[in-house]
């Protein structure tokens, strides 16, 4: 099963440079900066583990360079501070050649001074709210325009929803991100007050009050929506409330940002058949690429485990990651980041991936349906969505745009046609 998983796959990264090799210093060390334990270990251990699958991968393909490939795992244990932590280890004790880690974005912030300090590379592979541009990271997953604002014009458009409740754990993803959904919806005519904003802490599990105020929305006969911004464990609360209080998704429909099929497989989704979730990829798409990957995936891990869309965006910056050492002949940095401009890699809900130079891939929008075996149907696809940096829906985003490949800027103002250094949000 691994075999035809592996022969699916591009043979460029396979090219070993006999002069590079000679240069390059062995092992090649691959960091992992996943949460392994705490509220977050829910959605990140399968990250940890897709990460060392694909170095395992890749060893048996050759290694990269001359070199094997070396998994450094540390367990930041859902501790935002001890992320920077740990990622000052990986790169100064460990001295990783890369890092592939992170899923919520205030974790992403405390690492991000040290990653800058230390010029080390991250591969961030979770959605975020965009409104951020560093030179030392790509961003894999999905901005605000490949994932948010898509969702909430499905439910404009094809649900008919005319009251929004803007549900998000505590933390500066859910803020941001319903920040540009409160500025967009408003543009879009739907009133103030018609727009219900809640945050709760994370690991939050009493959810009987917030679904009380929700289904009050729809009071006066206005279908009512919610746009989930909610993380890790404090899910299976608010789904278990949502089914106690009888509310369906025909009565009020839910689109989640962080709930996937990982999620879902330790749920009761009996009574979440037809909520929804915003993705780049689900483990149901079809083709010949995803078949293999998701085979090669229970071979190693057990067929009870799932696949879904972060897994996704480490399988594609993994893989270009690769390319592009091979390309520039070194893991070094700087040689790794300029040869990753307009890397492209396959999809696994078929076309290709591109990185574009903001650090963004283009890449498609799917909206899946939630069903009963914790699986979801994909009722729509877009063609591939370029990633965008800054926001068109914040006035003082709208005018601001990233561009480490010609520009060697990643937040320039186009109005004043000057790189601007600093943001008092970043």
Known sequence: MKTSYLAALPTAALLLSATSALAQDCPIKVGVLHSLSGTMAISETTLKDTVEMLVEDQNAKGGLLGCELEAVVVDPASDWPLFAEKARELLTVHDVDVIFGNWTSVSRK???????????LLFYPVQYEGEESSKNVFYTGAAPNQQAIPATDYFLEELGVEKFALLGTDYVYPRTTNNILESYLKSKGIAEEDIFVNYTPFGHSDWATIVADVVALGADGKQVGVISTINGDANIGFYKELAAAGVSADDIPVV???VGEEELSGLDTSNLVGHLAAWNYFQSAEGDANAAWVEAWKARMGEERVTNDPMEA???GFNMWVNAATAAGTTEVDAVRTAMYGQ???NLTGGTAVMLPNHHLAKPVLIGEILDD???D??????PVPGDAWTDFLPESAVLKSDWKDLGCGMYNTETNTCVQIKSNY
């Open 374 to 376: 914790g699986q979801f």
């Open 314 to 316: 480490h399988y594609i």
């Open 110 to 120: 405390s690492v991000l001074p040290v990653i800058e300090e230390l010029n080390g």
């Open 378 to 383: 994909i009722i729509s696809q877009t063609d």
């Open 256 to 258: 989640a940002f962080s």
């Open 344 to 346: 492209e890699f396959p």
